[in-house]
Structures are given as C-alpha cells and as structure tokens.
C-alpha cells in the first residue's frame, strides 16, 4: 500500500449529488459534494463534504455507526441530536456521538450549507438509519 498524497480540492469542479432513495429525497431535497473520500480521492481515514438544505427542508431523522461533525458555513437551521434541538448558525461546529439520532433542518430564508466530516476511508462506509 503507499502513502496518501497531498489533495486539493475546488468543490465548484464537482457536481452536486442526490437521495438515491426516493423516501429520503422528497422528504429532505438536501445535496451534498463529497471533497475528500477514498472514492474520489487518494485520501484515508476522512470523509469530508459540503451539503446544502433548501429553507424548509429537512434532513430526516437517521443514524450511523461513525461519528460526525457538522460546521455551519451559512443559513441557520435546527440541529437535533437525541432529545436536545439546538438553533445554529454560521461559525457553528457540531459533534455527534457515534449512533446518536440527528435530523437537520433550514430554519432560515436562505439555503443552510454545512461541511460534514466522518472519520473513516470512503463515504460508501457509512450505513444510513432512518429512524422514521
């Protein structure tokens, strides 16, 4: 195995992704742009992207076995992890416990962007729980 090299990456050079699953895309409309992940990118043990929700949209209740950070870049939302809801805003860093129920939604006129990162290799390690 070699060594990962040095990465650089514009997001304006990657098209924005979808919910393959219809349940999760009419419900949330959220898209996301993996920056670094072993999919894309010759990097190991992070998965950092940019996701945008559309004001009144939802990330729905779901959880997953690695842990997750979120940073606000802009809008404002609602964060809800277990059974505490938090407003948020730009400059906002998020944590959430490894298998914590979360949902996310914009609260704002404005869309919410937020930068995620999982400490694993490639994207496609995370498992998606909905918790509907």
């Known amino acids: 195995m070699h060594a990962p090299q040095p990465v650089v990456v514009d997001q304006a050079a ?3 992704d979808l919910w393959g699953h219809a349940d999760l895309a009419d419900e949330s409309r959220i898209r996301w742009k993996l920056l670094l992940a072993g999919e894309r ?5 992070i998965v950092t992207g940019i996701a945008e929700i559309p004001p009144g949209a939802r990330l729905p209740l779901h959880h997953h076995e690695p842990e997750e950070t ?5 809008g404002h939302g609602q964060i809800e992890i277990g059974d505490r809801t938090t407003e948020v805003g730009p400059g906002c860093a998020v944590y959430i416990p490894p298998n914590a129920s979360h949902a996310f939604q914009c609260v704002g006129t404005e ?9 694993r290799d490639r994207f496609d390690q995370i498992v998606y729980c909905l918790d509907l």
């Open 14 to 16: 990657i098209d924005w």
């Open 41 to 45: 990118t010759d990097t190991v043990g």
């Open 70 to 74: 979120y940073y606000v870049v802009s």
């Open 111 to 119: 869309p919410l962007v937020f930068v995620f990162t999982f400490p």
